[in-house]
């Protein structure tokens, strides 16, 4: 019981046992566009819902890259 406990809290600590790639994403927009119009930034979040490849291509994109796929929106 105390080793489940232990792994648990550990986790909740450490963000490299977990990564979600949709909280990532959403990270970034907020750090490369912070004064995104929210129409705009809910359609790029419901691009990302559901589509892990998108979300992957997102953190892989260099910042201008994504600013541009941003405008195209």
Known sequence: MLKAEAARNSMDTDSS??????????????????????????????????????QMAFIKMPNEKRLGWLGCL
């Open 17 to 54: 046992a977990y990564f979600d790639p949709m909280t990532r994403c959403v990270s970034i927009l907020g750090e490369i566009a912070p004064d995104l119009n929210d129409d705009r930034y809910f359609k790029v979040v419901n691009i990302f819902k559901d589509n892990a490849a998108m």
